[in-house]
């Protein structure tokens, strides 16, 4: 575990790393071994206020115990996809309040430089929970254009970096990922229009995890 932290009435544990089968990898492949980076933040179901004053973690959550729930449940396991994955560290998780469980495949994508994450947020009011929002993050998407409308911007293409976010509601957005994307947006167009039609492109050839 790389480091937990209070801050407020928020538990953080961070900088976990480990190494997983998580659906296909970057070459499409399956059962193929990649590295994922963990970040969980949990708030206590009641203040942290009784813990304190006892000097206690068994007032609130014992980030120690909720590490070795979550190791046992994700280390050295295999996971038919990022929602598989997802789903063990919730099930693994103390009760809460509140949560958000971010998920990175560093390289998880040709694509992009910086791979590819998820997270999800969500939290309970009264014995129910609410639903989950989910985001998806490409980070670092590279490619190589010609953008501009001047003559002197038509006469190489320049390297880009993109990063863009989905989201919604679980189940309304489809945990995804591309590798391999062919990163040629037409010639002639703007700056907003490369951007959507490298956004487009992705998207639509996004292969379902």
């Given amino acids: 575990m790389g480091a937990a932290e209070a801050t407020g009435d928020e538990v953080i544990l961070k900088g976990i790393c480990f190494e997983a089968v998580v659906g296909l ?4 492949r399956p059962d193929k071994i990649q590295p994922v980076e963990l970040e ?31 190791k046992a449940a994700v280390f050295d396991q295999k996971f038919d996809s990022v929602t598989q994955l997802y789903q063990a560290i919730r099930s693994s998780l103390p009760v809460t309040a509140s949560w958000s469980i971010s998920v990175v495949l560093p390289k998880g994508i040709l694509a992009a430089n910086n791979g590819i994450g998820f997270s999800w947020r969500g939290h309970t009011e009264g014995s129910s929970p609410t639903p989950v929002f989910q985001e998806m993050t490409i980070r670092d998407l590279e490619c190589r254009c010609i953008i501009g409308v001047n003559s002197h911007e038509r006469l190489e293409k320049q390297k880009l970096q993109i990063t863009f976010h ?26 907003q229009d490369m951007v959507k039609e490298v956004v487009e492109v992705s998207a639509s050839s996004l292969c379902q995890r």
């Fill in 40 to 70: 969980l933040h949990l708030t206590p179901p009641a203040g942290l206020e009784a813990a304190a004053r006892e000097d206690s973690v068994n007032y609130t959550i014992d980030y120690g115990k909720a590490y070795k729930s979550l």
């Fill in 25 to 28: 990898d970057a070459w499409h």
């Fill in 166 to 191: 989905i989201w919604g509601m679980e189940n309304r957005l489809s945990s995804a990922i591309h590798a391999g994307v062919s990163m040629e947006p037409s010639p002639g167009l703007a700056y």
